[in-house]
């Protein structure tokens, strides 16, 4: 039987006695091909949080290894590899399986057969085959330990073996030649159906930040009073957009001068702000969680963007004086005037030295 010939070329340790009950060819033979299986890992924190496998910081956490997409099995087995020799995934061991809550399915090998290589083989105890939630069954709980700066994707330190010999599914055991596999066997004559896996899928692929981005009044971008108008958002070069596909932008709306809210990828670790007449900010993140209420100083009088305040721009606003620009009034009072020199000079033929700022 192909079935016990995928067995021992996983881990040539299971008893016979665990395919000794009589073989039933009814079952669920007519949905063989029909279903879509996908193997997957939902990852959450020591407070029981989900978290987003594609942007791990360090700690503890439990991964499940989850099938969905089929409503009955005979055999589920999965082989990963584990990469514990690079200091950042310190630890993986399993905590529990899906027998340990259903009775209806034997655990018949839930271990490390290699350094690194876990192999988790679940059996239905029935004389043909168990049903199982196709909107998710958890095959085994994981616990994981990660050390790193900043954040990992899971996926470059634990994988699905492809091997249709270590990672499939039977639905039925009287239909043993047949199954889902992530990949056809090479040399052995037995049908396998497609499925997909993905060890990080998508959790939540964007965050939100907002808060308000202030007009600085010192060259260290530590404080501000006034809400800075027309400022952009960029990560990774490209501009952040908002939901019609526009530029994101700070508001213009009075009361309400400076403030923002932006979605931007899950993972995100730095936004630069940028305007017509700032010398450009970028603020760091852990980009797992959203963030609001937060305010960005930045400095908003370089009018030839040449990343300096000189005289130049002391100039070039001195000439604005009594003409209405929202780039030169600094104090929001709908004018142009000494109040708005006043705060050009606490900064003007000073070294802009933007002190650090994180979100979180």
Same mark, same amino acid.
């Given at each position: 039987?192909?079935t ?19 073989m ?20 959450y ?5 989900a ?12 991964v ?5 997409? %089929?409503?009955?099995? =005979? ?6 590899t584990?990469n ?5 995934l ?18 018949? =090998? ?8 876990? =192999?988790?083989i ?12 196709s ?12 050390n790193c ?20 599914f039977?639905?039925?055991? !009287? ?11 090479v040399?052995?004559a037995y049908?396998v159906?497609?499925?997909? =896996?993905?060890?990080?899928p ?9 808060g ?5 009044t010192?060259q260290y971008?530590?404080? !501000?009073?006034f ?15 908002d ?9 213009s709306?009075?009361?309400?001068y ?8 899950? !993972? ?5 702000l940028t ?25 908003y ?6 990343e ?7 100039g ?6 009594g ?8 104090n ?11 705060? %050009? !000079? ?11 700022l994180?979100?979180?």
């Amino acid at each position: 039987m192909n079935t016990l010939r995928k067995f021992f070329a996983a881990l040539m340790l299971l008893s016979f006695a665990i395919f000794c009950a009589p073989m039933c060819a009814a079952a669920q033979t007519g949905t063989l091909g029909e279903e879509s299986p996908y193997l997957y890992c939902s990852y959450y924190n020591q407070n029981g949080d989900a978290v987003d496998g594609n942007a791990l910081t360090s700690g503890e956490y439990r991964v499940d290894v989850v099938l969905s997409g %089929m409503e009955n099995a =005979a055999i589920m087995q999965f082989e990963a590899t584990a990469n514990l020799s690079s200091g950042v995934l310190t630890d993986l061991s399993v905590l529990s399986t899906y027998a340990d809550t259903d009775n209806s399915f034997e655990e018949a =090998a839930a271990e490390f057969i290699d350094d690194g290589q876990l =192999a988790v083989i679940l059996v239905s105890n029935n004389q043909d085959t168990s049903p199982i939630d196709s909107n998710g069954t958890v095959l085994a709980s994981l616990s994981a330990t990660i050390n790193c700066n900043g954040t990992i994707d899971f996926n470059d330190y634990f994988n699905f073996v492809t091997d249709s010999d270590l990672t499939f599914f039977e639905a039925d055991f !009287g239909d043993g030649d047949d199954c889902y596999a992530l990949s056809e066997g090479v040399g052995i004559a037995y049908t396998v159906y497609p499925m997909t =896996a993905d060890v990080t899928p998508d959790f939540n692929n964007e965050i939100t930040v907002s808060g308000t981005v202030l007009i600085s009044t010192n060259q260290y971008g530590s404080a !501000g009073a006034f809400g800075a108008r027309g400022i952009n958002f960029k990560v990774d070069g490209e501009y952040v957009k908002d939901s019609g596909g526009n530029n994101a932008v700070t508001s213009s709306v009075d009361g309400h001068y400076g403030e923002f809210e932006i979605t931007v990828p899950a !993972g995100t670790t730095e936004i630069t702000l940028t305007g017509d007449s700032t010398i450009d900010r970028t603020v760091t993140l852990s980009g797992n969680a959203d963030i609001s209420g937060v305010s960005i100083p930045i400095v908003y009088c370089d009018y030839n963007k040449d990343e300096k305040v000189n005289s130049l721009d002391d100039g070039t606003l001195k000439r604005n004086i009594g003409l209405l620009d929202s780039r030169f009034d600094l104090n929001i009072d709908g004018k142009v005037n000494a109040l708005d020199s006043g705060t %050009m !000079g606490r900064i003007v033929n000073k070294t802009v030295d933007y002190e650090p700022l994180s979100l979180d």
